[in-house]
């Protein structure tokens, strides 16, 4: 089989660095018959030669044979706190939601009012801290502004 030996302006597939994908590039520079430099054709860039990366293979898999292992029980999950859902449902339970005041960032409101926000629904003010309030909605707790 007949093998070229490569010259300076030879064209070749290498990485270009600017272009971050594989294009013909230009031989500039060799050491040794090795490619160290070229320049792409497509943006006109120069820099060291980046080879194309060769396809990898995946490894064979090793099969094991499975040791006799006594299996531990799945710890079980305490739920003991109840879920966001639950928290709004009861604090809800009793309060008219139709006169709930209507949320606004320069609103003033207070802890166990009912507010109504256009995007969140029906929620409780659970806590104000100047000008934050903690509301607890159907969905989870959110963190709005008010005023002060």
């Known amino acids: 089989m007949y093998s070229r030996t490569r010259s ?23 050491v040794d ?4 430099r070229v320049k792409c054709n497509t943006c006109g860039s120069e820099h060291n ?7 990898k293979t995946p ?4 099969v094991t044979v499975p040791g ?12 003991t706190a109840p879920s966001f859902h639950e928290q709004w449902e009861t604090a809800m339970a009793g309060k008219d939601t139709t006169m709930a005041k209507v949320y606004g960032m320069e609103g003033r409101f207070s802890k166990g009012e009912p507010i109504s926000h256009q995007l969140f629904g029906i929620g409780m003010v659970t ?14 707790q959110k963190l709005l502004r008010c005023g002060k």
């Open 68 to 79: 006799v292992r006594k299996a531990s029980p799945a710890p079980v999950k305490k739920d």
């Open 59 to 62: 490894a064979a898999r090793r």
């Open 8 to 30: 300076a302006g030879d064209i070749l597939d290498a990485n270009c660095t600017r272009c971050r994908s594989l294009t013909n590039h230009t031989i500039v520079a060799l």
């Open 49 to 55: 030669y980046h080879p194309p990366k060769e396809d």
């Open 33 to 36: 018959g090795r490619v160290v």
């Open 127 to 140: 806590m104000v801290a100047g000008t934050k309030m903690q509301v607890l909605f159907r969905d989870g």
